[in-house]
């Protein structure tokens, strides 16, 4: 569907993107995900036009479309900030794309109607003015908007980021479930790994203009395939040689103590050993409260760990106790 | 390659568009904002073919020449401090301290907007001059009271330092109320008291736009022209009524354009140390959440006495001319040389005159219809000069961008004297035509001196466009110009029809320019109201048509801001 061969975009002499190579499949969610400056808004901002690379190609279907105009690519676009035309109103909004197109009146009407009914917005809703909606409905209206010309693909660019958490929540659930309504490729920008996690078919984790690993939300949470992908994605604990070695960790069951050994934080259990676990006693420091689990702070010989503790209901360990921390060596990633 | 050759040809049409539209700009900035200040500096300097001092000898050797020069640089400085000391004063008034009437107070402190130029001059002219309203109630007091008293320095002063309060209420009041109540509430917190935060908080913040106006002001002082002709008297005569004087004699034009190059030369340096003190920094708020600014009580009963009557002699000062113009716009002539009214000389006698007699109306729709072309063609060209300033970043458009702050850097008057000067032979560069004379010079020179603050306030409009907006319309298939019409234009047209307004009616009675440049059969309104205050005090009927001409252009003004910031604010909903 979309592809991209060896993209390189320079700002003066500024390196954004060093070679950037990925395929998005047809009707996959994909997300660019990454810290601020790492390049994913301007793969994005290539693949609609906006930045013209240095190098490299974006092909659509097998089609070359690198130098091709932004107003000819039939990529609709959702902005940040969602870009709607202040002076108009919702339904001239989503209308604008399809008058510039000169798609008659009454077709236009029908258009809209649909497209309304399907993200949800009632039809008294068209004829408000953007400032009087809501952070949600002015969601669904850049959206609408952008998928009313019937685009082959849809791009996403941080459209959560100015909402309160509850509500980010809650959209981001409506927009998993217009995406799968539509069944519309779409290229999803973040820095927020839970989005990533929880929306994406397969993720690109940017840093510093390069891509560090294409996967599936499990690959790269549980198989990060570099450093700074297992410490982007998810909390973890870094582990010392010391703890390893006096853990049992060893080159037989698999553990190269000479490496940069990471485990994530649910992967160490407390007071609940199980067969081939390694273990050492730890002390209770300090711990957090969640509701659905606790997370305990806790220190081995020196060495501060991090560990999660679903919420049983039974009593939470003290701080001063002694516990035993146990995990399998499989689970940690070593680089 | 995915182009066909449908992509290309809109593309090379929309090329040859913008190829155009750089053409017509460059021949502007060429031929009107540079061809005539570079012949203003050759007028002095080179004549028949050789290099020559002769002007600059002549001006050292004019003691009128001189006196004028140094009134200027007396005037400028001490103004600056008159007028900050009351613009402040306005602003602590209306906005950061709880004065009871405040509202009244601020429409009274802001008629300068619609009521100012030489319009307001003969208005305090009328109520302080020889026989003036507050001179004639001074003389019944103090027999030996000097009746003349209003004239000179200090006349010019006092009339100069409340008709130019008007940046201040408008850019100074808007940073106060732009300062952000959490940092004053956080101040407060830590114990800091009312001074302190004043100084320490408030203050600071306002420091960038009191600068700007600040310079403004000196600006305006140096290049005082109402003010001096009407009541500066034979002693105090600044440089701009002393060109004025040299440009009407044909052996000392070259004195007069020397002149405005000394005023043109200060100028510039001003603005080179503004733009030095500007670069210190702005204070920009970083508040999450912004509140606005709650009204201060002073608690001291004493000090709040003071401030509630020093407020309300202020609006005396400023609504006292307004009023008299209007009650007595309505008087018979006997009534208004003696300033004393009654009921029975209300009459619409001179409305009537004014009305019937078209060399009286004559100056009213001459600067209605000056005024309109230019402020509708400023306001075009801006627009179009900032879309290319902002949206294409090539040389061209670096040219266009820094050769339009040209008229910011000059003087009114030197831009008039260059424009007379230039265009009163046939250029090539202007198609052989002759302009001096004829009223497309005073549209062109009406549109030259507003080009600045129209630049300014239309790049800040572009400036905070969001620029995603052009980036959605494009991606859903919208051209440049469509793009433009549709989606930038519609946000930008309360702000470009604000301009226009404020243009307009700072043009109606433009007079600094306009005294320069105006065709005899097309006087417009400034130059009349000027011919007829100065023609003789004792005329009633004169003053009365003055007081006509007053009413109507504020009527004419407010009507203009209300349309235009009634439906701006319409279309900002």
Known sequence: MINLSNIQVHFGSFEALKSINLEVKQGEFFTLLGPSGCGKTTT?????????????????????????????????????????????????????????????GDEIKTKIDEIARKVELEPMQLTKKISELSGGQQQRVAIARALVTSPSIICLDEPLSNLDAKLRVQLRNELKELQRRFGITTIYVTHDQEEALTLSDRI?????????????????????????????????????????????ANSQNGVDTSKNCYIRLERLYVNNKLEHHLSCDAVVENFEYYGLYIKYALNSNGERLKVIE????????SIGSTVTVSFNPENIMQY | MFLSQKTIKPMRKSKVILGLIYLGLLWFIAAVLIAPNINSILFVF????????????????????????????????????????????LVMITEYFDIKGAKILRLGYMTTLVYGGIILVSGYRFLYGSNGFFTNFFASIFPNFDTGWFEGFWAVLFVMTFATTGNHMIFLRNAMRAVDYQTIEAARNMGANQFTILRRIVLPVLTPSLLAVTTFTFLTGLGATSAPLLVGGPNFQTITPMMLSFSRMAGSRDLAALMGLFLGGASIILIIILAQLEKRGHYLSISKVKTTLVKHKIRNPIANFFVHLYAYVLFVIYVAPIVSVILFSFTDAPTIARRQLSLSSFTLQNYILVFSNSRSYQPIITSVMFSLMAAAGVAILILVVCRIITKYKNKISSIVEYTFMIPWLLPNVLIAIGLIYTF?????????????????????????????????????????????????????????????????????????????????????TEFDMS??????????????????????????????????????????SSVVLYVVYGRGSRLNE
Request: charged share 15%; hydrophobic share 50%.
């Open chain 1, 44 to 104: 994005l901002r290539t693949v609609t036009g906006f930045i013209n690379p240095t190098k490299g190609k974006v092909e659509v279907d097998g089609k070359d479309i690198t130098h091709l105009e932004i107003e000819k690519r039939n990529i609709g676009m959702v902005f940040q900030n969602y870009a709607l035309f202040p002076t108009m109103s919702v339904y001239e909004n989503i209308a604008f794309g399809l008058k510039v197109k000169k798609v008659s």
């Open chain 1, 204 to 248: 690109a984790v940017f840093n510093l203009g390069n891509i560090e690993q294409i996967g599936r939300p499990d690959e790269v949470y549980n198989y990060s395939a570099t450093e700074f992908v297992c410490n982007f994605i998810g909390d973890i604990n870094k582990l010392s040689s010391d703890f390893l070695i006096s853990a049992g």
């Open chain 1, 310 to 317: 679903k919420n049983s209901g039974s009593p939470m360990y």
């Open chain 2, 46 to 89: 080179w004549q028949d073919g050789d290099f020559t001092m002769r002007a600059v000898d002549r001006m050292f050797g004019s003691q009128r020449a001189i006196n004028s020069l140094r009134n200027s640089f007396i005037l400028a400085p001490i103004l600056s401090l008159t007028v900050g000391f009351i613009g402040i004063s």
């Open chain 2, 424 to 508: 009163n032979l046939p250029r090539w560069f202007m198609f052989n035509r002759v302009l001096t004379g004829t009223m497309t010079i005073m549209v062109l020179g009406y549109l030259i001196i507003r080009i600045p603050f129209t630049l300014r306030i239309t790049r800040a409009a572009f400036f905070s466009l969001d620029n995603t907006l052009e980036d959605a319309a494009k991606n859903l298939g919208a051209k440049t110009m469509y793009t433009f019409f549709r989606v930038i234009l519609p946000i930008l047209l309360p702000s470009v029809l604000a301009i226009f307004a404020l243009n307009f009616n700072g043009l109606l």
């Open chain 2, 515 to 556: 005294v320069f440049l105006y065709h005899p059969l097309h006087m417009p309104l400034g130059v009349q109201i000027q011919n007829l205050t100065m023609a003789d005090v004792a005329q009633g009927d004169n003053t009365a048509i003055t007081f006509v001409y007053a009413v109507l252009m504020m009527v004419v």
